[in-house]
C-alpha cells in the first residue's frame, strides 16, 4: 500500500467517479482504476459496489476512507515539517560554548539570531575548551565555540572572533618577570580551560614551566577566579572580558605583562548533516566578525 494508491482512492471515493478522480489529481484513468484493484486485491475487500455505470462505497470502503485521509493528513504533517525546517520556520539549534564565550561574547549573537529567526529554539549548554569539543564530536551539540585550539581530525574549525588575555590582581604592581612569575599565587581554571591553555603556552615561550607556578586555588569557572582575585587570594590571567568591569570599577589592575590576543573558534563535525539553523548561525558570526 503506498500513499499514491492511498491518495488515488480518497479521490475517487469522493467523487465517486474514477474518470472525474483521474482527472482532478493529474492521472491517467487506467492509474486510478489500477490503484483500487490492487488494494482491493491485497487486501481481498471490495472497496466499492459497482452498480452499472455507478461506482458506491462498500461498509469497508467507508471505514477504510476515514482511515485513509487520516493518513495521507499525517503524510502532509510531516512533509510540511521538513519543509519548515528547511526554511528556518521551527526547529531547534543546539550549541555549546566555553565559559567565557557563553557569558560575554555570545549573548548579544545568540540574540541578532533570535530576531532573524524567531522561530528557532536555541539550546545553548556551557563546558570547557575540551568538553565543547567532544559534545560537538558526539553529536550531541552541532555547533561548538571555544577558545582554545582543538586538533581533532572529524572537526572542521575556523575563526569567529577574538579575545584578549590580562594579568590581574587586586592590587598594582610595577614590573612583572619571570622570578616574579614562579613566587606568586595563582588561581587558574581547570585543566582542559582554554584560558589555561593558553596561559600555559604563554608562558613556556617566556621560558617558564606551568608545572614551577604556586598554585593556590583550581576553580571551575571564570567568575569564581574573579571573585579569588578581587579578594586578594592571588593573581590570575582572564580574558578582558571576564575582568572589564572590574577593571573600571578600580577592583582589579591589569599588570604589565604581554599576551597575545587569542582566537575564538567555531567548530562543526566533517560529516554530520549540517541543518540550515546551523549554517544560518555561521553566516552571522562570519558577518559579524568583518
Known sequence: MTLEQLRIFVAVAERQHVTRAAEAINVTQSAASNAIAALEARHGVPLFHRVGRRIELTEAG?????????????????????????????????????????SYWLPTKLSDFHARHPQIAIELSIDNTEGAAQRVLEGTAELGLVEGVIDEPALASWTVGEDRMLLVSSSPIEAVDAEWIRSARWIVREQGSGTRSTFEEVLRAKGVAPADLQIGMVMPSNEAVRSAVEA??????????????????????????????????ALRHKERYRTRAADAMTDLLKEKQK
Open 62 to 102: 467507508h471505514m477504510f476512507l476515514d482511515e485513509a485521509r487520516a493518513v495521507l493528513g499525517r503524510a502532509s504533517a510531516a512533509e510540511l515539517a521538513l519543509a519548515e525546517y528547511g526554511e528556518l520556520k521551527r526547529g531547534t539549534l543546539r550549541v555549546v560554548a566555553s565559559q567565557t564565550i557563553a
Open 232 to 265: 586578594g587570594s592571588g593573581v590570575a590571567v582572564l580574558s578582558e572580558l571576564v575582568v572589564r568591569r572590574a577593571l573600571a570599577a578600580g577592583d582589579l589592575h591589569a599588570l604589565p605583562f604581554q599576551m597575545p590576543t587569542r582566537p575564538f573558534h
